[in-house]
């Protein structure tokens, strides 16, 4: 051994345990690391991001755009399945409800902001679709920049909140069956409501479907509206609902607001001007609150 003393066989056994106990560490670190990583991937998350398909939650790049597509799954109860045929179709849309089949063809739509940050909400009580989305660019709050697979179909209500304005295109869009009209409320048919005054449709002003702004600049109001129904859930046999209103030059006005007879509004803030809507839906409108609402 030239002088030198050997390992003993104690400090050898122990140098082997200790080197066995670090090999068992690392392997649980590693199935622990690995059954985490399963669990995530085992996730229903159906928006992810990437700067060609708009898939993933990783930050995007300043060339990228925030994309998602909606879940499959929220449209699994569905009466039937959508034409694949059909026309291109684009419009902006902004503050207001729209009545697909009417003021937005049916089809499969591509959402996209174009302007400020609010939300839509799509109720569709016959095919069971309830699809809430906010727009925006804030990721922290899952706002988006672009909404695909948004499967519209006649007889859903679509509605947007103020301060936005949205993008809807679709190649599928059934054009040809679209159910509009035009208003039969003429322009002599517009009216004001000054602040707190309650008045009710037939009696003070023309029923009908109405497009409502605050014209005074930097006014505001909160519009309030009850109606009769027969509909059951409806508290007290009446549906009611309120609808925040800006002015001015940045206000944004309320479309498609049907007003039926017998409806009462009242405002609080400033006065609104209530002017009849270009366009509407070529439906019995008489069911509107029960069926649409």
């Not at 003429?186 to 479907?209: H, M, N, Q, Y």
Request: with cysteine; glycine share 10%.
């Amino acid at each position: 051994m030239n002088g030198e003393k050997g390992i003993s066989r104690k400090t050898a056994a122990f140098m082997i345990g200790g080197i066995g106990f670090v090999v068992l560490m690392i392997a649980l670190m590693y199935s622990a690391m690995e059954a985490d990583l399963s669990y995530y991937g085992e996730t229903n998350m159906t928006v992810e991001y990437s700067e060609e398909s708009g898939s993933g939650f990783s930050e995007p790049e300043e060339s990228g755009e925030l994309v998602a597509s909606e879940d499959p799954h929220s449209y699994e109860f569905v009466s039937r399945e959508l034409d694949e045929s059909g026309d291109t179709y684009i419009e902006e849309l902004e503050y207001g409800e729209y009545i697909v089949g009417s003021q937005i063809q049916e089809g499969i739509y591509t959402i996209r902001l174009k302007e400020g940050s609010g939300y839509v909400n799509v109720d569709d009580a016959e095919n069971t679709i309830y699809l809430w989305q906010d727009f925006g660019t804030d990721t922290k709050y899952d706002e988006l920049l672009e909404w695909q697979d948004v499967r519209l179909y006649e007889g859903a209500i679509v509605e947007i909140s103020d301060n936005v304005t949205l993008e809807f295109s679709s190649e599928n869009a059934q054009t040809s069956d679209l159910k509009m009209k035009e208003n039969p409320n003429v322009e002599e048919c517009a009216f004001s409501l000054e602040t707190e005054d309650k008045i009710v449709a037939g009696k003070d002003f023309e029923p009908g479907v109405y497009d409502v702004s605050i014209p005074e600049w930097n006014g505001w109001g909160v519009l309030y509206l009850k109606v009769k129904t027969t509909d059951p859930y409806d508290e007290d046999g009446y549906y009611e609902t309120s609808i925040w209103l800006d002015g001015g030059e940045s206000g944004k006005t309320y479309h498609n607001l049907y007003l039926s007879d017998g409806a009462e509004i009242y405002i609080e803030g400033d006065p609104a001007e209530f002017v009849p809507s270009e366009k509407i839906a070529d439906i019995d409108y008489k069911e509107y609150y029960e069926k649409y609402h």
